[in-house]
């Protein structure tokens, strides 16, 4: 028995409806228990009691809880008028009916208030009924939802998209018995039709290799001047090639779903005409709800957050509750309705790519405000990442990069040099006649370097255990990208400057968001282009794939970056740990091909995105500006990264 029965087990029902005079005592029994029912109501579902007409109605003692059906309550009800609705939620002992005319409502009253009636299955129940504001959502299986105003991460909803008279068009073209309903196939609630490709509901994608042929199913021309304002207005990176059209009667609907989050590019469009219906959007991890009302020639597109994260759906029923101006409740009656749906289909070889980025959600990036949050989030998205890859990630770094290689072999011997965020030690062999010693704050990636009986010990980049002005040389290679915030990474130079002694030098080196400079291509992206083309022969590429997506907080691998702060896949396979490098010019750039072609096929695998933030020119070199007693001796770009070569200038 629920709380709320519980609560109304005192009150007796053996009144009878005998007898024409009125009881003084009855009507103030029957007030007491209306108010008790309106004081539960009011907290449990934040609904007020109204005393004039509306089309609302509590039904109090009549509810799931006392064995009460839906279809017992409109039988009993429907006499007194026409019945839009009736809500029942779960462990409820009272419900509630949405009457068309307000008036319909206070005739029941009148007619039935504390009537003492025997249902069909034998259960005896005394209605307790007033008039409300507004009713509880109609679902009980998502009670538990909190209702929030605030759009999910990357939905955007824009009403009136498109003039009546375009939307005319493309509503005749569409509903043309002649020349467009041929190929509409019935599904359970609705009528569909697909051009393009056609969307499979049981694998939830399209088969890339099995275009349309029928001229009837090809992408509809008048939906060329709809594709070019998305494109112009900056919504979409190139064109959808696939559409289902719904047809929906009213009552109709769709249940809750997330499309397939690798068959398809980043976006989802949902294009409405003719009425109007509520869509619901629900996360289970933090139990909200988002309602929106899609009007007549309306664009809603998901992306990010609610793209891959929220569940999207229609309820079935034939109204829809909305607040309207005045801050009303009113209902609004379904009608006829057809909803567009577009996609762009990502080729089935290049969907087993992404197979791996599908096993992780896309991410939340939010930057750090403080130096606490930054620490916690350098934790997470890089330290605990670089302790977890570092068998696989020590075995893609065993060249010495160029300009690295340069700068160790300019040392002095016998010189004291201190690699701050050595990795697997790389460097510090690189000559026998130098003083190495190494620090990282990957405790895996020191007990490999203690392995290799390098002078190896856990630090992190901010706070070196070593005295001050005593270092000779100092190196940073690709060590301050992964910093949250620009406090922190100066802090980071200041650490180094300070270990150094007075003419001491440090080279640092950090990836950089320009992979095209002086009209020359790195190798980070040459590399793909190159294996793009090799696929070429075999495959077609899309326009969807030949740029970053530029709303993804994910890098796509070999691609121009569009943010200076994303996530970077390393792919984990341990298959891949016994394969050895050939390339002898490694960059930061181009060890991140190396994890890239270790791309997981098989479940044991993982994805793991570590946070970067990518230099732009003269960003690093500006950085020394707020760095006092420093002096830049030489900077310059080499295979996709920034370098700097710093001289420390006197004792600190």
């Not at 009303?328 to 909803?339: D, H």
């Not at 993982?606 to 900077?635: A, D, G």
């Amino acid at each position: 028995m629920s709380d709320t029965t519980e609560e109304f087990n005192e009150l007796e029902i053996s009144e009878t409806s005998s007898g024409s005079k009125k009881n003084p005592y009855k009507d103030r029994k029957l007030e007491h228990k209306l108010n008790k029912y309106e004081a539960v109501i009011k907290k449990l579902d934040n609904i007020n009691r109204v005393y004039g007409d509306s089309q609302f109605l509590f039904v109090g003692n009549c509810g799931l809880d006392n064995n009460i059906s839906a279809d017992y309550l409109e039988e009993k009800f429907s006499p007194f008028g026409k019945i839009v609705d009736t809500v029942m939620q779960k462990k409820k002992s009272y419900s509630f009916i949405i009457f068309e005319d307000p008036k319909s409502a206070q005739k029941a009253i009148d007619s039935l208030q504390s009537q003492i009636i025997t249902t069909n299955n034998q259960t005896v129940i005394c209605f307790y009924l007033f008039p409300v504001d507004k009713v509880p959502e109609s679902t009980a299986s998502f009670s538990e939802f909190e209702e929030v105003e605030n759009l999910p991460d990357g939905l955007t909803y824009l009403e009136n998209y498109i003039e009546d008279s375009y939307a005319k068009k493309i509503i005749d073209f569409l509903t043309d018995k002649d020349e467009n309903q041929n190929t509409v196939t019935d599904l359970k609630k609705r009528k569909v039709k697909h051009f393009g490709y056609e969307f499979r509901y049981g694998s939830n994608n399209c088969d890339d290799t099995k275009p349309l042929t029928n001229p009837e199913n090809k992408m509809p021309e008048i939906l060329k001047d709809l594709f070019d304002k998305m494109l112009n207005d900056n919504l979409i990176h190139v064109e959808p090639d696939q559409l289902t059209v719904n047809y929906y009667e009213p009552g109709h609907g769709i249940g809750p779903h997330i499309d397939n989050t690798v068959a398809f590019d980043n976006y989802i469009i949902s294009f409405s005409l003719v009425s109007a219906a509520m869509m619901e959007f629900r996360q289970k991890e933090t139990k909200k709800l988002v309602k929106i009302l899609l009007k007549p020639n309306s664009l809603l597109i998901l992306k990010r957050e609610s793209r891959y994260k929220w569940n999207h759906s229609i309820p079935e029923r034939k109204h829809d509750l909305i607040t309207n101006s005045n801050g009303q409740l009113i209902v609004e009656k379904r009608q006829k309705r057809i909803s567009l749906t577009f996609r762009k289909v990502i080729p089935t070889s290049q969907q087993q790519k992404n197979q791996s980025l599908d096993q992780i959600e896309e991410p939340e990036l939010i930057l750090p405000s403080n130096d606490v949050e930054a620490k916690n989030f350098e934790k997470s998205h890089v330290q605990s990442i670089y302790n977890e890859i570092a068998d696989h990630f020590s075995h893609t770094r065993h060249s010495p990069w160029p300009g690295v290689a340069r700068f160790i072999n300019s040392m002095d011997p016998f010189s004291f040099m201190i690699d701050i965020g050595c990795g697997n030690g790389k460097y510090l062999n690189l000559r026998k006649d130098l003083y190495t010693f190494g620090c990282d704050f990957s405790e895996g990636l020191i007990k490999i370097c203690q392995e290799k009986n390098f002078n190896c010990f856990v630090s992190d980049c901010l706070k070196v255990p070593g005295k001050k002005d005593f270092f000779d040389y100092a190196i940073s290679i690709a060590v301050i990208h992964h910093l949250s915030t620009e406090e922190r990474r100066i802090k980071a130079i200041n650490e180094m400057k300070r270990v150094l002694r007075p003419g001491g030098r440090g080279l640092i080196t950090v990836w950089a968001k320009e992979q095209k400079y002086k009209n020359k291509e790195s190798f980070y992206i040459s590399q793909k282009k190159s294996n793009d083309k090799k696929q070429a022969i075999t495959e077609s590429k899309t326009e969807a794939d030949s740029e970053e997506k530029k709303d993804s907080n994910v890098h796509t691998f070999g691609k121009e970056f569009q943010k200076k702060d994303v996530f970077v896949a390393w792919h984990y396979n341990e298959k891949t740990l016994g394969k050895k490098v050939k390339d002898e010019k490694e960059t930061e750039a181009e060890e991140e091909k190396v994890s890239e072609q270790s791309k997981p096929q098989d479940k044991e695998s993982k994805v793991y995105l570590r946070f970067y933030h990518v230099f732009e020119n003269n960003e690093l070199e500006n950085l020394f500006e707020k760095i006092p007693n420093t002096k830049i001796v030489e900077s310059f770009y080499e295979q996709g990264n920034w370098c700097v070569i710093f001289e420390k200038l006197n004792y600190e």
